[in-house]
């Protein structure tokens, strides 16, 4: 049996006073994970695990079998990364950001060309604003960059921070049902860290609750509904039910 | 190499080389840059080539130019020999044969007295002086409340200030320092009431002054001889025996005429110079009269020297502070350590340390691009960093993420949006420079300090404005090129004040 694409084992991260961990997680392939919970549960600090930005205190992460380690950047150019807000260098045009890497690979002129047509369509960006400054792009635009930036190797692991945080509900609803489809159409593993938990419903296989650096449950987001494993998860499911999609605003 | 290139090379190496002309040095007062020009035109008028570094910026400044070559000769005076240059080496009052012994132990020949002392005094207005009863240094002791103000170098010198208040108790405190010419025109305008003469100041007779006895006999000899140096003869000769014709003709009289038509009526002293040589020797063999560069011809030459200054000062200080910049920048501990380091360079005040490179690289352009250099990488270093350290989190992550190596990270994003605070850093160190650089002309590196010096010196305002007007429109020209080079270097996405770095 192939081992599942992403593996936390038991593992540990300090952070000055706080501590994230021990967590313990799969995802297996093609599978999409939603990691929810309110703001500081130690949610953007394990998508950094995976991403290797930060090692682990104790304990191992895992993509594909194998341990995840920084200086690694063969294996990282396998996972991408989209930042809340989309992170684009201001300094360069819309293709300049998804074209970068490609771009320091030594990819010719034309397979860039391709690729981005390719990822315009995917990621529904008009490609006349391809020529934009991220200074002259909308929020949900930027973001619609950024995701194509991390998909421009081909990854087999996407991980999204936030990705519809501090976007107009409009502009939410429709860059929402553009990404999940994109994720349907890739077949990629996915990790999307939210606060939101129609969200993590909307786009997640699998949702994995977070709170004060400890994973209190994981499951389908209809396991977790139905029957929440402890008073707290309820709480946490109750608080987050009442706001209406969309109107949270960004942890 | 190529058969041409080789063959042009043996001819440059085959042919005699042209001579490297007799290089006169003088310090910063009238009278040592008469001599000076005497000295130079003598030399010229022998048929050899002369060449002048005139006004460098105290005694200590020529005498090592002198030991390193950087000059071949120049005035000086026998009591600063022994009392500053040699002390320790030679007593006080040593005789001249144990000063032209000692001399020779440095490879410096002493001429014969030129004729003239021009010993220390202590000047006061005639009529203040009167009014006191003044006529002696012993009669200072008297007047507590006189306002003294000296030259830095007499104040600082063991046979000036020092020794007078010794040898005479003086109770005078307070004593301030100012520069000689300055002094002199606090005195006539009774700012002050006394200062530090030199015998032979034109200022004596036309301020109407007089210099106190020196009853106790606190000031040494002073007498004005040339130096040279001993390897002169061989590499230039009749340099030497050209340089000894001035011996013993030059009375105090004659070098009080000339400072008063130097200094006071600004006739140029290559004019002065060349009449009192008509006189004592007759014309010169070819009869011309030395030229004066019009003021166009030393405008450029001026902003020729100013601009390769700051130009190749400019260019060292940000290939040695982009990388120290970036090091602190990556590396927090070693951080703190290099902003210090540099910040300390830049307390140190400009004019110590165009001095200090003296010993290293001798005087000219080369210590004063060296000092324009290490003064112009606070800037540039404080910028570089905070421009790195200032990209937002998100961004410094997202090129992570993005695994590019370290230097294409570096290349690639960090530096592009920490360029225009390394701009501006560099613009800022490139106006200092030209402003500093007016400094430059103090250890014989030229530029517009030159026509700032003798404008002081002889209290001229269009001098003094030769060489301010033209650095400030320099800074002004630096100012403008930065936006210029700004608007090229900096991305679109980064530019203008409505989007600093980042977001």
Known sequence: ?251 | MTPALAAALCLALAAPPAPAPVMVGSKKFTESVVLAELAAQLVERAGLAAGRRAELGGSRVLWEALLRGDVDAYPEYTGTLTRELLAGEVAADADPEALRAALAARGVVMGAPLGFQDAYAVGLRREVAARLGLDSLSGLANHPGLRLAFSHEFLDRADGWPRLRDRYRLPQRGVRGLDHDLALRALAAGEIDATDLYTTDAEIERDGLVALRDDRGAFPEYQAVLLWRADLERRAPGAAAALRRLEGRIDERAMIAMNARAGLDRVPASRVAAGFLDRAFGPPPDGAPPQEAGLAARLLARTAEHLLLVGVALALAIALALPLGVWAALRPAAGRLILGAVGLVQTIPSLALLVLMIPLLGIGARPAVAALAVYGLLPIVRNVHSGLRGIPPELRESAEALALTRLARLRLVELPLASPSILAGVRTSAVIAVGTATLGALIGAGGYGQPILAGIRLASVPLLLEGAVPAALLALAVEGLFSLVERWLVPRGLRGPSRPAGR
């Open chain 1, 1 to 251: 049996m192939d081992p599942p694409a992403i593996e936390l084992r038991e593992v540990v991260k300090r952070l000055g006073a706080a501590t994230i961990g021990p967590v313990s997680l799969t995802v297996a392939a093609g599978q999409t994970l939603a990691l929810v919970g309110p703001s500081g549960a130690g949610k953007s600090t394990l998508l950094r695990l995976l991403m290797g930005l930060v090692e682990p205190d104790a304990g191992e992460v895992l993509l594909h079998g194998e341990p995840v380690r920084p200086g690694d950047l063969a294996r990282r150019r396998r996972v991408g990364w989209v930042v809340q807000g989309g992170g684009l260098f201001p300094h360069l045009t819309a293709a300049g950001n998804v074209a970068l890497v490609a771009r320091h690979l030594g990819w010719p002129a034309a397979r860039r060309a391709a690729r981005l047509a390719e990822l315009a369509a995917l990621a529904r960006l008009p490609p006349p604003l391809l020529d934009r400054l991220p200074g002259e792009l909308s929020g949900g635009q930027a973001q619609r960059v950024g995701l194509m930036r991390a998909l421009m190797l081909d990854p087999a692991v996407l991980l999204l921070d936030e990705p519809l945080g501090a976007l107009d509900p409009e502009t939410r609803a429709a860059l929402q049902a553009d990404l999940r489809a994109a994720f349907e159409v890739l077949g990629k593993t996915v990790v999307l860290v939210t606060h939101d938990l129609d969200e993590a419903a909307f786009f997640a296989h699998r949702m994995a609750l977070l709170a004060g650096g400890r994973l209190l449950q994981e499951g389908t987001p209809e396991a977790l509904r139905r029957a929440p494993a402890s008073p707290e998860v309820a709480r946490f499911l109750g608080a987050a039910r009442r706001p209406s999609p969309g109107s949270g605003s960004p942890a």
